[in-house]
């Protein structure tokens, strides 16, 4: 999608169609148009509701307030709208809050993700025939917008909502065609392109590195694991960055349970269960294009859980790479023991400011706190506070869920140091941030947060900015965490 910032009044630029942002139901409005045929339809400009005028070739939709996230759901809903017609351009004036750029920024992001269709399988596809969209800076309030500032803002909207549609179509592709080595493979080509350093860790380099808990949950499937580490050192900067940032994630690339196999139902979408590893690599993406002045490591571990005659078993004992022996009672509580190793393996590779790991983790998280958030854990309250706000800045929703000692006591083993999962249905979530805490280490403690976006990460219809199925969760949440700690280190 072509995207272009003119001075030039809307009414000068030549599109298909203009879309029309009603603010809180104010339609005497000079951009409003056509407040008869609104009133004749019916329209109430509520959030999000639209109004397409094909005789007028204007699209019409409701925005509650001129917060980001309303102008990013709302930009997202008009795309929607215009899907299936024949419309190629659009054309759309500026809308900030008080001459906040950042909203034009949400504006964008919101066009982009609202086009977005995974239709790869589709014999025929319904995809977005918009090819481009002309931004004036003609703005609501009659504000004066610098057009340099706006441009910074649309090309970091640009790179975002791409990395988060980059992350959506890993995770919408079928286990057959995304493996382990496949995500390798994905990996290797973002370097490639972005100038990231990539080193991919094979069976034999993960056996070295004594990452046994990992390995014996890939055992049984035809797909041999790899450990993904992504490497951004930034480019364009005479110091050296101040701040370091690791983040891990869960890259199951597919979850049949193993022996404690899942019922058939919830079988369905686990190719899902790499949103995680997924996420990091979009993350991993979007940095190196901003090129942001931070060092960032990014690692994945990427591993099938399947069937067979040599898959791990309830009652086995596994060691993980920090030495700590696990009492396996369910062999579906997998992707902690991938986490286990691999946070051990991120923190032995380098001495990070901050930690943060994704995970599709538990469905749990979604009783807890719903389909559309994220559960954040982690021992520091400062940093748990951090990942909640930036999340929310960024458009996505999270929560804090708060450690107990309580829970804590229940994933203690009689026969080893600790058991992949809890002798009580409840508090799972909790449960499962506080068993890969086990595998954090004393001087990484207070740095390190938990992000359980099984909620967010693939929901089976659309809502806000995002469509059916995978929504690129944890993506926009951490790179506008990553953007305001290189501020900070600037400075």
């Not at 203009?18 to 019916?42: M, R």
């Not at 759901?73 to 001459?99: D, E, M, Q, R």
């Not at 066009?111 to 090819?131: H, M, V």
Request: with cysteine; net charge positive.
């Amino acid at each position: 999608m072509n995207l272009e910032l003119t001075i030039a009044k809307t009414n000068e630029i030549k599109s298909d169609i203009e879309v029309i942002f009603v603010i809180d139901n104010n339609l005497k409005h000079h951009f409003v148009q056509d407040k008869k045929l609104l009133k004749k339809s019916g329209f109430s400009s509520s959030q999000d509701e639209t109004c397409l005028l094909v005789s007028k070739n204007r699209l019409y939709v409701g925005v509650s307030t001129l917060e980001s996230k309303n102008l990013r759901t709302a930009a997202a809903s008009a795309c929607k709208t215009l899907l299936g017609t024949k419309y190629k351009s659009i054309k759309v004036a500026s809308y900030t809050n008080k001459g906040c750029t950042y909203a034009m920024r949400a504006m964008v992001e919101g066009f982009i993700l609202g086009a977005y269709r995974f239709e790869n399988y589709k014999s025929k596809k319904n995809e977005s025939k918009i090819t481009h969209i002309s931004i004036s800076l003609e703005e609501y309030n009659n504000v004066t917008l610098d057009i340099e500032k706006i441009s910074q803002q649309v090309h970091k909207a640009q790179i975002i909502a791409d990395a988060t549609n980059f992350t959506r179509d890993i995770v919408n592709t079928p286990p057959e065609d995304c493996y382990p080595d496949v995500m390798a493979s994905i990996a290797e080509n973002i370097a490639k392109d972005t100038g990231l350093d990539c080193h991919i860790l094979k069976p034999k380099k993960l056996k070295k590195e004594k990452m046994e808990t990992l390995l014996a949950v890939a055992r049984a499937s035809r797909h041999a694991p790899r450990v993904i580490h992504l490497v951004h050192k930034p480019k364009n900067t005479k110091q050296k960055p101040t701040k370091v940032v690791t983040l891990v994630g869960k890259g199951l690339t597919y979850d049949s349970g193993g022996l404690s196999l899942k019922p058939a139902d919830f079988m369905v979408n686990m190719k899902s269960d790499k949103g995680g590893g997924s996420a990091v690599l979009g993350i991993m993406k979007a940095v190196a294009e901003l090129d942001l002045p931070i060092e960032v490591h990014g690692f994945v571990g990427a591993v099938e859980n399947m069937i067979g005659g040599d898959a791990y078993k309830p009652d086995d004992v596994l060691v993980a790479k920090n030495g700590k022996t696990i009492e396996i009672r369910n062999t579906d509580a997998e992707g902690r023991l991938v986490l286990a190793d691999v946070l051990c393996y991120a923190q032995q590779e380098v001495k990070s400011d901050y930690l943060f790991d994704f995970a599709t983790l538990t469905g749990a998280s979604v009783v807890a706190v719903g389909h559309y958030t994220s559960s954040i854990m982690g021992h520091n309250k400062e940093v748990q506070n951090l990942v909640v706000n930036e999340a929310h800045h960024a458009g996505e929703l999270a929560t804090a869920l708060d450690f107990n000692p309580y829970l804590k006591k229940t994933i203690k083993s009689e026969i080893a140091d600790i058991c992949n999962i809890s002798n009580t249905r409840y508090g799972g979530a909790i449960t499962a941030g506080q068993f890969l805490s086990e595998f954090v280490d004393k001087k990484h403690t207070e740095k390190w947060a938990h992000i359980d976006i099984a909620g967010p990460a693939f929901v089976e219809h659309a809502w806000g900015e995002n469509p059916h199925g995978a929504s690129g969760a944890g993506v926009r949440m951490m790179v506008k965490l990553l953007e305001n700690l290189s501020k900070k280190s600037a400075k």
